[in-house]
């Protein structure tokens, strides 16, 4: 089949396994709505304070406290700042992105009925992000113990040169390493040796130290389109439903090189190769559909508590993936036995552009809060998270992802998002702040770990019927990657820090 991921640096070729699909599934299924300024700046804890834009989709209960017409709208400018460092050498990257969070409209019904435990209820329509994947990541720096080449030997090796596809077929890097001469079956130099043990003319002769080098880029979000409705049981009871459609589109690029091949320290006259480099791209859209049911419960007007649950979102998507690879050797003599010896300078295979259609189905999530009034003067709010990633599920009419599944249930299990927020009321002003904290997109065994957590405030202006919010908020990303895996693991670790600035405003209308 296919393919790598962004962040993943290389695959399994078809000579040794399939693909793999499942990092794209874990990160569609780590969403993280954005909601407007006032929930931002408390750390997103949403699900028990309702009467605002984004209960339409975290808890559409929250729907039921309202009792006037409402639009909002919610646009915000994004400043990202990422350092990667490979072996003491640290390189820096920034960006900034403007983006529309939410537009919402709530429709409010009251019964005016006296004395009726029914006091109504009110439709919502929103549509919000619940996804950003725009990042970019940038290494340089020098590996003197192995080579992207050394991965391809060790996936190459105990399959025969006749598995490998057509240069017409290949698509893996594997395969194309093999079409650059970069591997080559131990059999062309000696034909008593097996054709299904590999070597390579830059690494298993003579070790080099080399630079390496890759940019990792992204773009693209989910936003999701929701419809919900909630009612109001005598300011006790709150209950609501919501339909959500999601659309979903994805692009990642990665351009890896490697060059400055220094054999000095074992001989310093042998230079068989100046630079290689592969590119990828990798191309997902699709849309999907799940539904939320909630509930908020005020047993004393100074408490609330809220919970939600949100089914899997069943994505149907289509993906594109293209890779190529190119060597410029110095002139090199090419032995081989088998094939006839070749003098090599620059190399090139690029493969056709391979295409999939496969089903997503997230995992349930779960969510509770708790938000507890001090009277007029403000409130304390408190949400947890509750997601099993290895619940994650993928399905193809086309071919077995079996081995996908399989992973995913090994590698990856329960997380708790937790988010925290503040509001003090000095009339018309409100003063706010927040934290939260997300592990989601951590493998027990997996080579891309990440922590993230945010610091979050903001203030905003009620008035009567006209309000405006602002939140600042500061995400914190430290995360681990390698380009590739090693049997004995001495694959380069790139330690990689993020920090993203979000400034975020809503303006509301009520009438």
């Not at 017409?69 to 390189?91: G, M, Q, R």
């Not at 939410?102 to 619940?130: H, M, T, Y």
């Not at 351009?255 to 191309?283: C, R």
């Not at 036995?337 to 090599?344: A, F, N, V």
Request: charged content about 15%.
């Amino acid at each position: 089949m296919k393919k790598i991921f962004f962040l993943v640096a290389v695959v399994m070729p078809s000579v040794v396994s399939a693909q793999s699909y499942y990092r794209e599934a874990i990160l569609f299924s780590n969403t993280q709505p954005v909601g407007s300024a006032r929930i931002q700046a408390l750390g997103g804890a949403s699900v028990a304070l309702g009467a605002d834009p984004s209960a339409i989709l975290s808890n559409p209960a929250g729907l039921g406290l309202y009792n006037s017409w409402e639009v909002a709208l919610t646009p915000a400018i994004n400043i990202t700042n990422t350092k990667s460092t490979l072996n003491s050498n640290t390189t820096s990257t920034s960006s900034t992105k403007f983006s529309l969070d939410q537009i919402s409209l709530v429709l409010s019904n009251p019964n005016r009925v006296e004395n009726d435990v029914w006091l109504g209820g009110s439709w919502g329509f929103g549509v919000q992000k619940i996804n950003d994947f725009n990042a970019k990541i940038v290494y340089n720096g020098i590996n003197p113990d192995n080579s992207l080449i050394d991965y391809f030997i060790e996936n190459a090796n105990g399959a025969p040169t006749s598995s490998f596809p057509g240069i017409e077929d290949a698509f893996d890097l594997t395969s194309l390493a093999y079409y650059n001469y970069l591997i080559g079956p131990w059999n062309i130099v000696n034909d008593t040796l097996s054709d299904s043990e590999y070597f390579s003319d830059v690494t298993s002769f003579v070790r080099p130290s080399v630079r390496q080098t890759e940019t990792l880029e992204s773009s693209g979000s989910q936003y999701q389109i929701t419809l919900g409705y909630g009612g109001n049981v005598g300011d006790v009871f709150y209950f609501g439903f919501n339909v959500g459609l999601v659309t979903l589109n994805y692009t990642s690029s990665k351009s890896y090189a490697e060059l400055d091949f220094d054999y000095t320290q074992a001989d310093s006259t042998y230079q068989p190769l100046n630079s290689f480099n592969t590119t990828e791209k990798l191309s997902i859209n699709g849309t999907g559909a799940n539904l939320n049911v909630g509930i908020i419960i005020r047993p004393i007007p100074a408490l609330r508590i809220g919970a939600s649950i949100t089914t899997r979102t069943v994505y149907n998507l289509n993906d594109s993936y293209e890779t190529t690879m190119g060597a410029e050797w110095n002139n090199f003599y090419y032995e081989d036995l088998i094939g006839g010896d070749t003098l090599l300078n620059s190399t090139y295979v690029e493969s056709a552009i391979l295409e999939s259609v496969y089903t997503l189905r997230t995992p349930v999530k779960y969510s509770l809060g708790g938000a507890f009034f001090l009277g007029k003067l403000g409130f304390l709010t408190l949400d947890a998270e509750f997601i099993n990633y290895g619940k994650t599920n993928l399905e193809s009419q086309d071919f077995s992802m079996s081995n996908e599944n399989e992973y995913i249930i090994a590698n990856f299990s329960n997380q708790v998002n937790l988010k925290a927020g503040v509001e003090i009321r000095l009339s018309p002003l409100r003063l706010r702040a927040g934290y939260a904290i997300n592990d989601a997109f951590i493998g027990k065994q997996d080579y891309f770990t990440l922590r993230s957590q945010s610091f979050s405030g903001g203030a905003g202006v009620l008035l009567n019927q006209f309000y405006a919010d602002f939140a600042l908020v500061y995400q914190d990303r430290s995360a681990q990657y390698s380009p590739y895996l090693l049997a004995d693991y001495s694959e380069p670790i790139i330690d990689i820090n993020s920090s993203i600035i979000r400034g975020i405003f809503t303006f509301g209308y009520k009438f």
